[in-house]
């Protein structure tokens, strides 16, 4: 496997930056902030901006727990990329992370760098954005990103074509525990409104008798169960309405739904 490395400060625009120095390289897969990710998905490894602090962020990045390094090594083996960017602040970090894998350490030709990446007035401008705003970007699909980053504010950003496929890239920004702005909780009660309200723009419904949620680390699972008119087509209401609270309450936070469980409880006779 040929290894290679992009460095720069913190800030200045790596990961965003990431896709284009792969299509450029032809580099199959990335190490960046924990993840192992493989032709723009997310196939290994847990985000380093999921830790609460910036030091176990570091040390997240760095692999410096056995399983989080078995996790990455695990992903490699199963997908045998035949090049490989790993991402750091500084090349001594690209070449310790290399080291802690197992890896062939990359030379000096191998050594990429921000700089010779990005402008001046882009790196300002990322460095900005982390700096007033606590931004951060994965290059990785939102609704990938989000079954580590439930309950966190997301932001999917689509960028250049991929030269070979001619395909978009879609890249994520989150704002981590350690950044101010953090991570958020929704009530049952904010969940029960979001359903009534799309059951009433249901044809069909004819009442939400109750709704309930579960957040976890992982998502949310939603359980709500309603009232039908008679004579409408049971399973077609009911899987048309579970894929509009799926749908519009992703849409209306930054949660992972695990799953909607909709229960027909009871018919209403028309007068």
């Given at each position: 496997m040929e290894v290679f490395g992009l460095s720069g400060k913190?800030?200045?625009?790596?990961?965003?930056?990431?896709?284009?120095?792969?299509?450029?390289?032809?580099?199959?897969?990335?190490?960046?902030?924990g993840l192992l990710i493989y032709r723009n998905d997310i196939v290994a490894g847990k985000s380093a901006k999921t830790s609460p602090t910036k030091l176990g962020a570091v040390k997240a990045a760095m692999f410096t727990r056995d399983e989080d390094r078995d996790s990455i090594l695990e992903g490699l083996a199963k997908y045998k990329p035949e090049k490989l960017l790993i991402i750091g602040t500084s090349d001594k970090m690209v070449l310790q992370i290399a080291e802690r894998l197992g890896l062939e350490t990359p030379d000096e030709a191998h050594l990429?760098?921000?700089?010779e990446i990005a402008s001046k007035s882009q790196m300002r401008k990322a460095q900005k954005k982390r700096t007033k705003d606590g931004m951060h970007v994965i290059p990785a699909p939102t609704l990938?990103?989000?079954?580590?980053?439930?309950?966190?504010?997301?932001d999917p950003r689509k960028a250049f074509r991929d030269g070979k496929q001619g395909q978009n890239t879609e890249k994520t920004i989150v704002r981590p525990t350690y950044s101010y702005l953090g991570n958020f909780n929704i009530s049952d009660k904010a969940i029960s409104d979001i359903v009534n309200y799309l059951g009433r723009s249901i044809e069909g419904v004819a009442q939400v008798l109750f709704t309930a949620s579960e957040n976890t680390e992982e998502g949310l699972f939603i359980r709500t169960i309603i009232q039908v008119e008679y004579g409408i087509n049971v399973p077609t209401l009911a899987e048309n309405f579970q894929k509009r609270i799926f749908e519009?309450?992703?849409?209306?936070?930054?949660?992972?739904?695990?799953?909607?469980?909709?229960?027909?409880?009871d018919f209403k006779f028309r007068k």
């Amino acid at each position: 496997m040929e290894v290679f490395g992009l460095s720069g400060k913190s800030g200045t625009g790596k990961s965003y930056h990431s896709p284009e120095v792969c299509a450029k390289y032809g580099i199959e897969a990335l190490i960046d902030d924990g993840l192992l990710i493989y032709r723009n998905d997310i196939v290994a490894g847990k985000s380093a901006k999921t830790s609460p602090t910036k030091l176990g962020a570091v040390k997240a990045a760095m692999f410096t727990r056995d399983e989080d390094r078995d996790s990455i090594l695990e992903g490699l083996a199963k997908y045998k990329p035949e090049k490989l960017l790993i991402i750091g602040t500084s090349d001594k970090m690209v070449l310790q992370i290399a080291e802690r894998l197992g890896l062939e350490t990359p030379d000096e030709a191998h050594l990429l760098h921000i700089e010779e990446i990005a402008s001046k007035s882009q790196m300002r401008k990322a460095q900005k954005k982390r700096t007033k705003d606590g931004m951060h970007v994965i290059p990785a699909p939102t609704l990938q990103v989000k079954k580590q980053f439930s309950g966190y504010f997301l932001d999917p950003r689509k960028a250049f074509r991929d030269g070979k496929q001619g395909q978009n890239t879609e890249k994520t920004i989150v704002r981590p525990t350690y950044s101010y702005l953090g991570n958020f909780n929704i009530s049952d009660k904010a969940i029960s409104d979001i359903v009534n309200y799309l059951g009433r723009s249901i044809e069909g419904v004819a009442q939400v008798l109750f709704t309930a949620s579960e957040n976890t680390e992982e998502g949310l699972f939603i359980r709500t169960i309603i009232q039908v008119e008679y004579g409408i087509n049971v399973p077609t209401l009911a899987e048309n309405f579970q894929k509009r609270i799926f749908e519009d309450i992703s849409a209306m936070t930054a949660f992972n739904i695990l799953g909607v469980d909709v229960e027909i409880r009871d018919f209403k006779f028309r007068k």
